[in-house]
Nanobody, 130 residues
Framework: EVQLRACGGGSVQAGGSLTLACVASGDTISHFTVAWFRQAPGKEREGISFINRGNRDTYYEDFVKGRFTVARDNAENTVYLQMNNLKPEDTAVYYC???????????????????????WGKGTLVTVSS
């Protein structure tokens, strides 16, 4: 089965950028639709960015559109989340998760349902100051 590791978090000032990586082992990440979630203090865990299995489509929640980009590097068995123009409200623990379901189906049934995802990585903390 697949194991996931989310890394790349850190501290950045508002307006800065960070790139997170979701590195898979034990399976091929291109077989999975990959979701990025985050959980801010006192808030529910929320889905933010998604990329379809086979690299066929992406989906972004409105509050990150134009700032975040999700992409695959299948040679590295990794999905990246490039985060630009970070805001203090982006401060959260970020998680990646995978599911063997097409993104279109996932959105239809409810992509923010955490229980749907088959595997989760450990979170990586992003702190945005100012």
């Amino acid at each position: 089965e697949v194991q996931l590791r989310a890394c790349g978090g850190g501290s950045v000032q508002a307006g800065g950028s960070l790139t997170l990586a979701c590195v898979a082992s034990g399976d091929t990440i291109s077989h999975f639709t990959v979701a990025w979630f985050r959980q801010a203090p006192g808030k529910e865990r929320e889905g933010i960015s998604f990329i379809n299995r086979g690299n066929r489509d992406t989906y972004y929640e409105d509050f990150v559109k134009g700032r975040f980009t999700v992409a695959r590097d299948n040679a590295e068995n990794t999905v990246y989340l490039q985060m630009n123009n970070l805001k203090p409200e982006d401060t959260a623990v970020y998680y990646c998760a995978v599911i063997k379901l097409d993104l279109s189906q996932l959105i239809r049934i409810g992509h923010n349902q955490r229980s749907l995802y088959n595997f989760w990585g450990k979170g990586t903390l992003v702190t945005v100051s100012s």
